[in-house]
């Protein structure tokens, strides 16, 4: 066991236009031991849309942080906005979790999209019907739990992913595209973001018509320093501030 | 201001025979914009320190992701410590943010243990007084703040970096050897996260006496897809759950 390890990368593009994507992605390590990344995807675009995602997704990490079952958060976190948004905002929500504690993937689901699952024995679509959280009374979350073992990948996206080409009646051909990915061959989950990522950009040709995000967890054998972790994170600085300059705080130097 | 984007590298490692470390780093996206790190050292080491990390880190986010300025969050969560662990538990506590509305970066530290600055003009180390949150009533933390100009890195770290060697009476030398660093070069974080990294094993000869986090950012011109951010993390999995299995819950596959 102690010879694995997890590798996630996430890529993340605003729709063209827009200097701020609408989806929200947070990771937290889990207070029992692991990693959950929780992908928020709030209806609408720009900064409304943004402040939704942000809502639910810090709503999301806290619970997990305390501790909550990934099943019990979604359902926590829907009542949530069922409730203080009256049934009128909606948003899809996954959290992808390692679980040290269990030694499981568990993979919560409240949107339409599908994920993926690849292996070296193939590919698994998990598109069983979801619905997004906040607008109907008790919506419960597809749940889907997986053994942690080596070259095992979860592929998980916002539906912005799947509508790349759109405009140009063209399709990104996902399942297929993953379907022959050589698992087997333990490829860094970053080089299947990137060709996926890169590939969606071009259908669009570089003005994403929405906001896409992917999100590649992939279990592998070990080959660094034992107990080291890692994270890189990189990002455009935009101006998001208000006109006005905010007030100066107390600043000792 | 489009042009610059923001780069940030975390290493970290458990000490010698422990699976886990009694760090915790958590990085959250601010709701105004920006994004902000949180790196705390719970006092002593496995489980326990693990816990009291976890414990300190799960408020600071909370709050930073509720929209509470960096100093108001350090205040609040020593509070919450020295008030629920009745001034018993220590810990360190450093955010580091990126915040694109006031377009600054803002270093808040509860940490004896100084942080740096390297800029194309030099380093300067932030070393005033500084305590750990949870023992007295009202401590303050020590705020900076930087302007987010293209060339300037900040490095942080917990107390466990500057005592590597230590058993052989050897010292990593950390500022003179970022003193050295080439800032205009503009150099992937990365880059110098591993360097540092590599030299403190090595001076423990692989077997670190103390849980070692360091956290490099780097402001740096803009070379990739506009709007394009990404996320890489790596973590050996382990083994940190009970003995017994915990309970199966309704699985839907």
Redo the contacts between chains.
């Keep these: 066991?102690?010879d694995?390890?997890?590798?996630?990368?996430?890529?993340?593009?605003?729709r063209s236009g827009?200097?701020?994507?609408g989806d929200?992605?947070?990771?937290?390590?889990r207070?029992?031991?692991?990693?959950s990344f929780v992908l928020v995807d709030g209806q609408g675009s720009g900064r409304a849309a943004k402040?939704l995602s942000?809502l639910v997704?810090?709503r999301a990490?806290?619970l997990l942080?305390?501790g909550a079952?990934d099943?019990a958060v979604a359902r926590a976190v829907h009542d949530y906005l069922y409730t203080y948004r009256m049934g009128q905002a909606a948003a899809t929500l996954n959290i992808l979790s390692?679980d040290?504690?269990?030694?499981k993937i568990i993979v919560t689901r409240n949107n339409p999209a599908p994920f993926f699952v690849l292996t070296p024995q193939g590919m698994r679509s998990f598109s069983?019907p979801s619905e997004p959280i906040g607008l109907q009374p008790l919506i419960k979350p597809?749940?889907?739990?997986l053994p942690?073992t080596a070259y095992t990948y979860v592929v998980m996206f916002t539906d912005g992913l799947l509508r790349a080409g759109e405009r140009r009646g063209e399709d990104l051909g996902l399942p297929n595209y993953l379907a022959a990915w050589p698992a087997h061959e333990g490829r860094n989950p970053?080089t299947l973001v990137e060709s996926i990522?890169q590939r969606a950009?071009m259908l669009d040709e570089?003005e994403p018509s929405d906001d896409m995000s992917v999100v590649v967890l992939g279990?592998l054998p070990?080959d660094?320093?034992?107990?080291?972790?890692?994270?890189?994170?990189?990002?455009?600085?935009?101006?998001?501030?208000?006109a006005e300059p905010?007030e100066e705080?107390?600043?000792?130097?």
């Design positions: 066991m102690a694995l390890e997890m590798y996630v990368a996430v890529a993340k593009v605003p827009e200097l701020e994507s929200t992605i947070e990771m937290i390590e207070p029992g031991g692991g990693f402040t942000h997704a810090t990490i806290t942080k305390d079952y099943g390692v040290f504690a269990a030694h069983a597809q749940m889907c739990e942690i970053q990522m950009l570089d279990i070990a660094d320093v034992p107990g080291l972790r890692r994270l890189i994170v990189s990002a455009p600085i935009i101006a998001t501030g208000p905010p705080p107390d600043v000792v130097k």
